[in-house]
């Protein structure tokens, strides 16, 4: 890749040969060609488009890294500088002699710090969160992992410095809340004998879990030189050792023009494997109901959970579908994911089976909407089980609200009638 070539220039051409090629199967299947030849087709068309997968991967670090300077340029930035993606990627191991390569989803940031100011304006935001650290040297002396403010971690040099620091706590933060438990979540650091060469800081996010400790984000810190503040130094080159004390190092402060400065700058790279994320939330949100093992869920946060409401009729009264619509509609203009079970079951069995998915909120058509007016419908948290009763059109709001994180379930229910029953029935409403 040149530099000021993006890296959609160097993919054209793949992307062409993928699509002539593209055409020519569907020609050849238009005109009902022999079928060996449709077969050679389709396998050139493959093997093309494995061709242009490779080549996106290996394009990936190298268009980062490569044109960092024309970036800068074009962006009228130096530092810090930020890349990002998701990708698949390969993970290989030797395993009884046999070689496997694994290929798994991967997001990753590449973010550049100058090496003189590796200091994070909003590491201020995460420096009182207290998380369970296991530094290097709590490893080598065998002590156990302890819980420290991430402030007080990068002032005793324990996390290199506060940009890594800041990574350290977005990430505890993210994983926090999309499901994965406080209690089995800890920051280790590589040992000395784990870092790559080119790297001075390194930890791995880590979660307890049936099967093993799973490794989350890994996050890097690289630099690219090498500081002593002790008093002396030894060097060994050539079958010699030299000792360099400080009466031979001199220091001077001095101020100069530069029309031109050179960086090496350092990195900071946190990674995310998607899968260890996602069995990590599967197995620390799974719950059974107290006194009935036979009932089980899913105790999604409602920012990750696929359907955030479904929408449930009490029967299926005819009365009622004009309230689900109603909802349905308001519910996707409002950007909530919902599902509509307007089955036969019963409603406690229809619960169980929204429960099992992970729906974090249910709202419940019955015969109180049909007969009072405003008309309401009551509201059900899943963990809790709990229900509060509002007016319909209030709802779809309120569900987005709680999705979104904007409130609780517990202010919910201060400010809305918990729900007890309801007070009428199809019978009442034909005796009246």
């Known amino acids: 890749m040149t530099e000021g070539q993006n890296m959609e220039e160097v993919l054209a051409p ?55 300077t024309w970036r800068c340029v074009q962006d009228e930035v130096c530092l810090s500088l930020v890349s990002y993606w998701i990708k698949a990627s390969c993970y290989h191991s030797t395993e009884v002699n046999i070689s496997l390569h694994r290929e798994f989803t991967m997001a990753e940031i ?19 969160l207290e998380i369970m650290l296991y530094s290097s040297k709590a490893q080598t002396s065998g002590q156990s992992a302890q819980i420290m403010k991430l402030g007080d971690a990068v002032e005793q040099g324990i996390i290199n410095n506060s940009v890594l620091g800041y990574f350290v706590g977005r990430i505890y933060l993210y994983l926090i809340k999309v499901g994965v438990a406080k209690d089995k979540l800890r920051f ?19 979660t307890k879990t049936s099967y093993v400790r799973s490794c989350l984000p890994m996050l890097f810190c690289s630099f690219s030189g090498f500081l002593c503040h002790c008093s002396e130094f030894t060097i060994e080159t050539e079958g010699k050792t030299f000792k360099l004390t400080k009466d031979m190092v001199n220091v001077k402060r001095f101020q100069k023009t530069l029309h031109v400065e050179e960086v090496v700058p350092n990195v900071i790279e946190p990674s995310f494997g998607i899968g260890r994320i996602m069995y990590s939330i599967f197995e620390h949100t799974f719950r059974i109901r107290e006194g009935d093992e036979q009932r089980t869920y899913f105790s999604f946060p409602a920012t990750v959970a696929p359907y955030k409401c479904s929408v449930l009729p009490l029967s299926q009264n005819q009365e009622f579908m004009p309230f689900v619509r109603e909802l349905s509609e308001a519910l996707t203009r409002n950007g909530v994911s919902h599902k509509v079970d307007d089955s036969s079951g019963s409603i406690g069995r229809r619960y169980a089976r929204t429960d099992e998915i992970g729906v974090a909120f249910g709202i419940t058509i019955d015969f109180d909407t049909v007969n009072k007016t405003p008309h309401t419908a009551t509201l059900r948290d899943r963990d809790s089980m709990r229900q509060i009763r509002a007016e319909v059109s209030e709802l779809p709001e309120i569900v987005r609200d709680l999705a979104n994180g904007a409130i609780t379930w517990t202010e919910v229910e201060s400010k809305y009638p918990i729900f007890e029953g309801q007070e009428t029935s199809k019978k009442e409403t034909v005796e009246e």
Do not use: T
């Open 14 to 68: 793949l992307r062409l040969a993928v699509k002539e090629q593209g055409d020519l199967v569907r020609k050849l299947k238009a005109e009902n060609a022999p079928e060996v030849d449709v077969n050679k087709a389709v396998a050139e068309l493959k093997a093309r488009k494995r061709m242009l997968e490779a080549k996106v991967r290996n394009l990936m670090l190298s268009f980062v890294f490569l044109n960092i």
């Open 188 to 206: 280790r650091q590589h040992m000395d004998n784990e870092m790559a060469h080119y790297a001075c800081d390194c930890w791995d996010a880590e």
């Open 110 to 128: 590449e973010h550049f710090v100058d090496p003189n100011e590796k200091v994070h304006s909003k590491f201020s935001s995460v420096a009182d």
